[in-house]
């Protein structure tokens, strides 16, 4: 197995205690959080942005893994730079061509930040095989994207197993990310085969002893 890293998704937290949810990330030894951002037009849920992070990341530190769910991401770059976000991913489906993906990375890299490209569990993993010379993260969706607490797609494996494949053949440096019905059975499924980052929200978040299941997606 490699070295792996679990990426706690706060959709679903507490946010009425936002400082203690956050401290048992830390808690258990964990630096990275991941930020999913809805705008109720690339898919139907609006969550929070980035006038909300620019405020909380002031005062945290993470490594700051913000997932754009939104139509026309090029006109959010220059906004998330500004809250301090390390990896800005964004959909290869939210793009009108290959042409308009490669500018948004480029736009991102330009402002500082990692570029991350997710695709939804329809789209071939192939779509992102242009870019991955560039890219520092594949955001594999495990779920449809839009809500938390969904079922792993078990298709993905064979998705991330391609995907890898490709990583390895064009020595690419970019991390495989997983996200959307992470568990101890899915997480591990994953990272058997290689990926990198589990992102987990429901799982880590519903339950009493985070510590218990953060430890769990490990053993
Ligand atoms: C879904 C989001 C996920 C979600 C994961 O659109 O991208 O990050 O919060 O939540 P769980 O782990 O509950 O599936
Ligand atoms: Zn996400």
Redesign the pocket.
């Known amino acids: 197995m490699k070295n792996m890293i679990v990426s706690p ?4 937290c507490d946010y009425l205690h936002l400082e203690q949810e956050l401290q048992k990330i830390k808690d258990v030894g964990c630096s990275w959080i ?1 930020l ?1 951002v ?1 705008d109720g037009h690339f ?1 139907p ?1 609006i969550s929070f942005g980035n006038i909300f992070f620019e405020k909380l990341f002031k005062n945290i530190d993470f490594v700051k893994d913000v ?1 754009l ?1 939104v139509t026309n991401p090029m006109s959010f770059v220059k906004k998330f730079a500004k809250t301090g976000a390390d990896y800005l991913t964004f959909h290869y489906e939210a793009c009108k061509d290959d042409d308009e993906v490669d500018a948004v990375i480029d736009e991102i890299h330009k402002n500082k930040m990692k570029a991350g490209l ?1 695709v939804k569990p329809g789209t071939p993993i192939e779509k992102v095989y242009p870019f991955l010379e560039k890219l520092d993260l594949v ?1 594999v ?10 079922k ?1 797609i078990p298709e993905t494996l064979d998705r991330i197993s391609a995907l890898i494949d490709e990583i390895v053949e064009t020595r690419s440096k970019a991390l495989i990310s997983v ?5 101890d059975i899915t997480g591990k499924d994953c990272l058997n085969i290689g990926a990198d980052v589990l ?8 339950a009493d002893n985070f510590k218990e299941r953060y430890d769990s997606l490990f053993k």
């Open positions: 998704s706060i959709l679903v991941h999913d809805m898919v849920n997932h769910m997710s955001l969706m495990s779920v449809e994207p839009g809500a938390g607490g969904q792993f996200d959307g019905g992470i568990n992102v987990a929200g429901n799982y880590l978040f519903s």
